[in-house]
Nanobody, 123 residues
Framework: QVQLVESGGGTVQAGGSLRLSCVAS?????MGWFRQAPGKERGGVAS???????NYADSVKGRFTISRDTAKKTLTLQMDSLIPEDTGMYYC????????????????????WGQGTQVTVSS
């Protein structure tokens, strides 16, 4: 497993921005961001593979950008135009395979998880 540490969460008003970072002990095949709101299942937000292919949930396309700095073993999620529905605990996750288009958003695909960072968007 890979050790993952997230940072960058906080509280912001609707329309604002936040930048999440995830520092990994090792940068591996597929890394992604998930979020979980109270009473809801954890769902995929975005993923980024070593080959540079990214995937986004429909709800965040055009507002969120996933990127990486492989040398610093850091995965970043830039979140703009935030809405209250973006509120939740955000988790960084990783696995050694490919970020397949059909499975990237399934939590069961990932075997390494960070502790999470809270994002709250107020209306």
């Amino acid at each position: 497993q890979v050790q993952l540490v997230e940072s960058g969460g906080g509280t912001v008003q609707a329309g604002g921005s936040l930048r999440l970072s995830c520092v990994a002990s090792e940068y591996i095949g597929c890394m992604g961001w998930f979020r979980q709101a109270p009473g809801k299942e954890r769902g995929g937000v975005a993923s980024l593979g070593l080959g540079g292919r990214n995937n986004y949930a429909d709800s965040v396309k055009g507002r969120f950008t996933i990127s990486r700095d492989t040398a610093k073993k850091t995965l970043t999620l830039q979140m703009d135009s935030l809405i209250p529905e973006d509120t939740g605990m955000y988790y960084c996750a990783a696995h050694r395979g490919f970020c397949a288009t059909t499975t990237w958003s399934s939590p069961s695909e990932y075997d390494s998880w960070g502790q999470g960072t809270q994002v709250t968007v107020s209306s």
